[in-house]
């Protein structure tokens, strides 16, 4: 599974992570995430993630 990283901000979302504050646990694709996922760092949404190289 690939990481994304937040254009705004830098966070990662790191599927083997998972966001524990945000009740995503591990293992969960970044595509798999619920739409109303946002950003942990700066609360923008998914639209603004793309995929870290």
Wanted: net charge negative; aromatic share 14%.
């Amino acid at each position: 599974m690939k990481k994304y990283i937040c254009e705004v901000c830098g966070y990662i979302y790191d599927p083997e992570i998972g966001d524990a504050d945000g009740g995503i646990t591990p293992g969960i694709d970044f595509n798999d995430l619920p739409d109303h996922w946002v950003c942990p760092i700066c609360s923008f949404n998914k639209d603004n993630f793309s995929v870290e190289d």
